[in-house]
C-alpha cells in the first residue's frame, strides 16, 4: 500500500477521511478484511467500520447511522447493492462527504457505464488487488477531496433537488452558471428541472448548446434522449442515443429501452451490437435476456424478408437460445422461418427449443397449424381429431380444422358436423364457431 497519510501532500485527503464512518456489506470475509484495513490506513477509525451480516442490517445502519462511505457488493443473492446507493442518497442528499463504492464479479466494459448512469463513485473488480483497490478510491473521491466552488454549488443543488426543494436548487445553478464560463453541468440540471416545470422548449435549447460546448457530454446527451422519448420524437432519441454509444459503454440494463428504440427506427442490425454486449454480462436478469431474444427475432424476420436469409437464420437461431422456451418468440422465430419456406427448420426449432416454460397446448395447437398448411385435407383431419381426443383438445384445433374442411370443398354436412361438436365441447364459442358455419353455407349458395 503506497498511501502515507502522513505526509503533507496527503493532508486534504486525511482530512477528509478524519472522523468518517464506514460500512461494508460483502460475503468473502477476505475482501471485506482487504477494505478495511485500507479504509484504516487513509485514516478511519476501527471501531467507525461496520461489517453487517446481512443486506436488512446493512440497509438499517444505513438508515440510523448515516455513515459517509459505503463497500457493497452490486448483486449478492439478488440483493442489489444499488437499493443501497438509493438509500444512501435518500439519507445523505448531498454527496461531496460520501463514497459509493461496489464490489463485481463482472469485469465487462459495460460496467463502468453504472458510474456514469448513479452516483456511484467506483467499482472494485474482483479478484482485487490493495493497488487496485487504493486506485479505486483515489480516482472515485478525487474530486470529492478539494471541491472547487462550483462544484461545491452543484453538489448543494443536487441534494436539495433529492430533498424536493426544486427552487432553492435552481436559485442555486443560476448562481454556478454565472460564475463559470462553460457552465455545462449546471445548466444541464437546469435544463432537468425546466423539463420538470413543462418548460421543455427552454429545456432543449440550453441541453444543445451544452453539446455545441461539449460535444460529447453525457448528462447533456442522457437528459436529450430522454426528453425526445418522452415527446415520442424516436429519430431524435435514436440519434441521441448512437451518439451515447459511440462514445461510452453500454448499461446492460438500457438494453430493453434500446432494442426498442432500434425497433422504433428500423435499425434492427443494432440488436446484434447489443446482443454482443449482452454475452459479457455474467448474470443477465430475464428481462434483459427476453429482450434480447425477442429483439433478435425482430431483426431474423427483417433479415429474412430482405432477402439476407443466412444473416435472418442465425439471428433466428440465437433468439430461440435466449428464448427461456417462451412460446410467444418461439412462434415468432418458426414464423419467420416458415417466409423463407423452411419448414423443417421451423419444426426443429420448435422441437429443439422448448422446454418446461413453453405453453405445451399453444405449441401443439401451433405445430397443427403448420401441418394443416402443408397438408391435404383428409390428413390434416385424421391428425386433428387425434388430438382433440387427447389432452391438447382447444378450440384453435376445431377452428383450423372447420376453416380446412371449408377451403376443401367438403361437403356441407361434413362442416356442420364438425361445429355442432365444437359447439358441444366449447359453448362459449358457439357464436364463432356459427359465422364460420354461415361461411361455409353462403360460399356452397
Not at 460529447?216 to 446527451?221: A, C, P, T, V
Not at 423443417?344 to 394443416?372: P, Y
Not at 389432452?391 to 362442416?415: R, T, V
Request: glycine content about 4%.
Amino acid at each position: 500500500m503506497s498511501f502515507d497519510k502522513n505526509d503533507k501532500k496527503n493532508k486534504h485527503i486525511v482530512d477528509w477521511f478524519r472522523n468518517k464512518s464506514a460500512v461494508i456489506y460483502e460475503p468473502a470475509s477476505m475482501n471485506r478484511t482487504s477494505i478495511k484495513k485500507m479504509l484504516i490506513v487513509y485514516g478511519l477509525n476501527m471501531d467507525k467500520i461496520y461489517v453487517p451480516e446481512t443486506f436488512v442490517d446493512a440497509k438499517d445502519f444505513i438508515a440510523n447511522e448515516k455513515p459517509d462511505i459505503v463497500f457493497t457488493r452490486d448483486d449478492n443473492k439478488g440483493e442489489k447493492g444499488l437499493d443501497l446507493l438509493d438509500l444512501h442518497i435518500e439519507t445523505i442528499p448531498n454527496r461531496l462527504n460520501t463514497g459509493f463504492f461496489l464490489v463485481s464479479e463482472d469485469n465487462s466494459p459495460s460496467i463502468s457505464a453504472v458510474v456514469l448512469d448513479t452516483e456511484v463513485d467506483g467499482i472494485l473488480t474482483l479478484p482485487f488487488t490493495g493497488a487496485s483497490l487504493e486506485k479505486i478510491i483515489k480516482l472515485g473521491l478525487k474530486k470529492k477531496y478539494k471541491p472547487n466552488p462550483y462544484n461545491k454549488m452543484i453538489e448543494e443543488a443536487k441534494g436539495k433537488m433529492v430533498q424536493g426543494d426544486v427552487e432553492g436548487a435552481l436559485q442555486i445553478l443560476k448562481s454556478a452558471s454565472d460564475m463559470n464560463k462553460t457552465p455545462v453541468l449546471s445548466n444541464c440540471y437546469i435544463a432537468k428541472i425546466l423539463i420538470s416545470n413543462n418548460d421543455e422548449k427552454e429545456a432543449e435549447e440550453m441541453l444543445l448548446e451544452n453539446l455545441n460546448q461539449n460535444t460529447k457530454h453525457y448528462l447533456s446527451l442522457k437528459e436529450l434522449a430522454k426528453l425526445y422519448k418522452h415527446q415520442s420524437r424516436f429519430k431524435d432519441q435514436y440519434d441521441m442515443t448512437s451518439r451515447i454509444l459511440d462514445e461510452y459503454a453500454m448499461n446492460p440494463e438500457k438494453i430493453p429501452d434500446l432494442t426498442k428504440l432500434s425497433i422504433q427506427n428500423e435499425k434492427y442490425e443494432d440488436i446484434w451490437n447489443y446482443a454482443k454486449v449482452f454475452s459479457t454480462i455474467k448474470t443477465p436478469s430475464l428481462k434483459i435476456t427476453q429482450f434480447i431474444s425477442a429483439g433478435l427475432a425482430i431483426c431474423g424476420r427483417f433479415m429474412v424478408k430482405t432477402s439476407r436469409p443466412d444473416e435472418g437464420k442465425k439471428a433466428i437461431l440465437k433468439s430461440a437460445k435466449m428464448a427461456h422456451g417462451k412460446f410467444e418468440i418461439l412462434k415468432s422465430l418458426a414464423e419467420s422461418l416458415l417466409l423463407i419456406g423452411d419448414k423443417e427448420g421451423a419444426s426443429k426449432l420448435l422441437n429443439d427449443h422448448a422446454n418446461e416454460n413453453t405453453d405445451e397446448i399453444a405449441l401443439e395447437v401451433f405445430q397443427f397449424e403448420i401441418f394443416a398448411r402443408e397438408s391435404l385435407t383428409p390428413q390434416t383431419l385424421e391428425r386433428g381429431r387425434k388430438l382433440l381426443n387427447s389432452e391438447f383438445k382447444a378450440p384453435e384445433i376445431y377452428q383450423i380444422l372447420i376453416e380446412k374442411l371449408i377451403s376443401g370443398n367438403m361437403k356441407i354436412g361434413i362442416i356442420e358436423e364438425m361445429v355442432d361438436s365444437a359447439k358441444k365441447d366449447f359453448p362459449d364459442l358457439s357464436d364463432q364457431f356459427q359465422q364460420l358455419l354461415e361461411k361455409a353455407q353462403s360460399n356452397a349458395a
